[in-house]
């Protein structure tokens, strides 16, 4: 069993910058694929960004593309999520969320991931 703990949200102005961070206890944090979703008001989740066990492949929904980063410490057993150039259409509750192993093209799928966090509300005021 997984558990996710994300933090870092808050509320900021257009253009400025965020690091979300999402702790992992339990399991083997090293073997799963880690992603971050977000939910605004009466919506579904969506997807953000995603990353390998290794960390050397990430992929990103367009919106985000060139403005995110995600990241992860596996020695530390956390995943990060740097958010730049932030703007109000990225308000939203911020999860994080987790699988064992490769997930192919299904990455964006909020249904393929096992454990999720509690989530975190980022705020963007224009």
């Known amino acids: 069993q997984v558990q996710l703990v994300e933090s870092g949200g808050g509320l900021v102005q257009a253009g400025d910058s965020l690091r979300l961070s999402c702790a992992a206890s339990?399991?083997?944090?090293?073997?799963?694929?880690l992603a971050w979703f977000r939910q605004g008001p009466g919506k579904e989740h969506r997807f953000v960004a995603t990353?390998?066990?290794?960390?050397?492949?990430?992929n990103y929904a367009d919106s985000v593309k060139g403005r995110f980063t995600i990241s992860r410490d596996n020695a530390n057993k956390t995943v990060y999520l740097q958010m730049n150039s932030l703007k109000p259409e990225d308000t939203a509750d911020y999860y994080c969320?987790?699988?064992?192993?490769?997930?192919?093209?299904?990455?964006?799928?909020?249904?393929?991931?096992?454990?999720w966090g509690q989530g975190t509300q980022v705020t963007v005021s224009s």
């Open positions: 990353i390998n066990w290794s960390g050397d492949s990430t």
């Open positions: 969320a987790a699988r064992s192993g490769n997930v192919g093209d299904a990455y964006t799928r909020p249904g393929v991931y096992d454990y």
């Open positions: 339990g399991g083997l944090f090293s073997i799963y694929t």
